[in-house]
């Protein structure tokens, strides 16, 4: 059991100090304002620990400020990342979506969606209709017959 739960803790601690491709930051960083210290740091020391370990209590208070002060620019560039990719995602989508145009009389097929009481089984067709256009309004949408 013991096991199980070392290698839950490893995935969940890679997890958190991955770089997302949606904001541009770790999720770690995200939260605590700075980048995550792994137990090897500890006992061989990078130069970040060495830095913060030499500094004496004032200078390292006002160092930590500095950086908690920075997590909300942080966040808010990542925000920024987030819309930006959002953005990408939709102008990828729209390039595959053909646009249609209806006219009223025109036939037309109404799909089933798996939530809908009409969907029973995987047997069952993905289409209902012919319907006939009524009416065609703005954005899109159609009122059918």
Known sequence: MNGVVKAANLNYGGYCTTIRTSTGETPYMLVYGSEAVIPTEVEIPSLRVIQEVGLDDVE???SRIEQLMLIDKKRLDA???GQLYQNRMIKAFNKKVKPRRF???QLVLKKIFPHQDEAKGKFVPNW???YIV???LSGGAVILA
């Open 60 to 62: 390292w208070i006002h």
């Open 79 to 81: 925000v920024c990342h």
């Open 103 to 105: 006219t009223p009389g």
């Open 128 to 130: 209902q209709g012919p």
């Open 134 to 136: 009524h009416r065609v």
